[in-house]
């Protein structure tokens, strides 16, 4: 992804005909290192986002609206205290880089104009969002840093605001830019250039030779072939004025991978979009939220990982315990033999050959004795071992049940975690690892506590919701729907309660494909068709067990469906 000064330059100034003059209503922090700021112009309300995420950081207009923390970060407080109802005049790079910076003029205490620029500084793990004064010192910063020895800055309220270090040529400076390319001597030339001038990409560097039709690997540079590059390099560091500019998005695998500001002829599948801004919420957005989802929960992978493993081997160790006690009877035909033989048994034998009268065939066999005790007392020994294995038999074959079915339950939490992304659902999940003992109990606060809401669709006309754990199941199929209401569940795999609002009306076949597919999609395994039970709301019984979300049936349909989210009757 080409996220050079080229490509943030033009992003810069898009933006800023899309803000400029807007007024700052709100400031949120629904990530440790993202900023949301809701502005307002011409009665329209914008999210604008800043986020300083080593691997994806990155400034666009619109995305995901995120659920707040119950308490917000001191940089969150500070930012409410000096941008809300703030104005912003303008958005620029600085220092040709990738650094974006919004020029704002709020009010203090005392009423009296203040002029703020909120910097977004992206660049990789360096990625930072500070708050500067008009006097060039550091109000506040998102990551505060004494001294950093590569970028050789303090990053701390109250310091000076220095530019990060720049050792390379900036793109604009035409003559030394000149002058560089006159000492090429061969090789490569697109490292070459990047290697010398300051915000380019290597895939950039690429283009900028193929549209001079300069060969990469050409040994010298003439006159006019310098002209060229910097005629060319020029361009691209203008080109949101110019006609070339026609912003397009990677697709590769179903995915948005890369954007650019016009068609690269190293791609040949390159799909046009409105906007720049467009182009990085399709290639952003979505690898974010994946991002975070797998950063948030990947303590509950671990838990739930941990848990299946002691559970597993809880029930290897207690079937070897169940093949032993099968051997129950063999042990007590033992002590039959032995005190039908007493007569040719004394004390001090190690072994007794007997005939077991077990087998039609009757055949000699031999029995191992404790040679410290009499022919009666190893005949007592095995009626009492034998006694034992029976009663384990039945606590083991309990215990094995327990096991099955806190393994099944186990199993249904990790569509779950897959599923959860917001505080609340993370937290669901949490009480249900921490109840079987994966996690340690939470203390969580009634009134800070907000129950997740499941996922809704509406197809015509009916509403379907979607549970996106146990707890969400449990509350949507016993307390929320009603009898008549319609239950959708896969059938041989742990997955989301799907429940079709009939609200006394007949549901058609076409609403029930939909909301079977959905549940499909919901489930382990949505990789293929499978098989999807439905039957109304009054069929179903809570699971004996009385675990959440289990639930025992018998009367139902089935369907043999494709997995599909249809996020097309999402409800808005």
Known sequence: ?????????????????????????????????????????????????????????????????????????????????????GIINSVTTLAEDRIICF?????????????????????????????????????????????????????????????????????????????????????????????????????????????CNIPNNSNTLSERQINQITDVLNEYCNIYDSKSYRPCVLKQNDAYTDFFVKKYSD???????????????????????????????????????????????????????????KQAEDIKKY????????????????????????????????????????????????????????RTFSVVNKHIEQLEDDLQYLDSIAPAIALCSTADEISELQQELANMGALKKLKIEKTKYKPSQPIAYEVDDFVILVGKNNIQNDKLTFKVANGGDLWIHTQKAHGS???????????????????????????LGNNAKQECDYTFRRNLKRHPSGKPGMVLYTTYKTAYVSPNRHEEYLAK
């Open 103 to 211: 020029h704002i003029t709020s009010h203090n205490e005392m009423r009296d104009k203040v002029d703020f620029a909120l910097i977004a500084e992206m660049m990789g793990r360096y990625s930072n969002i500070l708050l500067v004064k008009n006097n060039g010192v550091i109000s506040d910063t998102l990551k505060q840093v004494s001294y950093d020895t590569m970028t050789k800055r303090c990053l701390l309220p109250g310091a000076k605001y220095s530019l990060p270090p720049q050792s390379k040529l900036l793109p604009s400076n035409r003559e030394k830019i000149t002058q560089l390319l006159k000492n090429y001597d061969g090789n490569d030339l697109a490292k070459f250039l990047i290697s010398g001038i300051s915000g380019l990409a290597l895939i950039t560097a690429k283009q900028i030779l193929n549209e």
């Open 267 to 325: 791609y040949e599948n390159l799909q046009e979009v409105k906007s720049l801004n467009d182009g990085v919420l399709l290639c952003t957005v979505e690898k974010d939220r994946i991002e975070r989802r797998a950063d948030k929960t990947k303590f509950l992978q671990k838990a739930y990982a941990s848990q299946r493993k002691k559970i597993l081997s809880k029930l290897a160790k207690n079937n070897e315990k169940l093949q032993e006690c």
């Open 497 to 523: 309660h799907v429940i079709v609002f009939a609200e006394g009306r007949t549901i058609p076949d076409k609403v029930i494909e939909i909301a079977c597919e959905i549940a499909v999609f919901y489930s």
């Open 335 to 390: 002590g039959d033999l032995i005190l039908s033989n007493i007569y040719s048994i004394k004390k001090g034998d190690k072994t007794a050959q007997v005939i077991d009268y077990y087998d039609p065939n009757c055949p000699t066999i031999e029995i191992k004795l404790d040679e410290r005790l009499t022919p009666q007392q190893n005949s007592q020994a095995f009626y009492k071992k034998y006694a034992k294995l029976k």
């Open 1 to 85: 992804m080409p996220n050079d000064y080229i490509t943030i330059n033009a992003l810069t100034q898009e933006i800023n005909a899309l803000v400029k003059d807007s007024k700052i209503d709100k400031v949120n922090m629904p990530e440790k290192d993202e900023v949301g700021l809701n502005i307002r112009s011409n009665g329209a309300t914008k999210l604008l986002t800043l986020s300083c995420n080593a691997n994806n950081p990155r400034v666009h207009i619109g995305g995901d609206k995120k659920s707040n923390p119950l308490t917000a970060p001191s940089f969150c407080m500070h930012l409410r205290k000096h941008l809300t109802g």
